[in-house]
Nanobody
Framework: QAQFVESGGGLVQPGGSLRLSCLVS????????MSWHRQAPGKERELVAG????????NYQDPVMGRFTISRNDAENTLYLQMESLKPEDTAVYYC???????????WGKGTLVTVSS
């Protein structure tokens, strides 16, 4: 069964930066497209960004376009999300999962909380 362990969240001021990591086990990481998702308080979980296997393509949702960068290290089974110019509306719990435009796995990690506030 796939397992996802997200880390790197925290409290940051508007305009600040954070780098999230997701360590993946239980699946052939390098063969899977991967994605980041987030769930803000009182809202449904939504896709943030996706990356194809082999890093041959990426997609970003409009709210994060130009500010977030998704990447992966297949040798370390790790997915990353570099977040720049953070805004209060980026406040959410961030999760990773397999899949490019949607999550493929029913199992989710605990996520990592990002709070953007002054």
């Amino acid at each position: 069964q796939a397992q996802f362990v997200e880390s790197g969240g925290g409290l940051v001021q508007p305009g600040g930066s954070l780098r999230l990591s997701c360590l993946v086990s239980g699946l052939a990481f390098s063969k899977y497209d991967m994605s980041w998702h987030r769930q803000a308080p009182g809202k449904e979980r939504e896709l943030v960004a996706g990356i194809l296997s082999g890093s041959t393509g990426r997609n970003y949702q409009d709210p994060v376009m130009g500010r977030f960068t998704i990447s992966r290290n297949d040798a370390e089974n790790t997915l990353y999300l570099q977040m720049e110019s953070l805004k209060p509306e980026d406040t959410a719990v961030y999760y990773c999962n397999a899949g490019y435009y949607r999550a493929l796995m029913d199992s989710w990690g605990k996520g990592t909380l990002v709070t953007v506030s002054s």
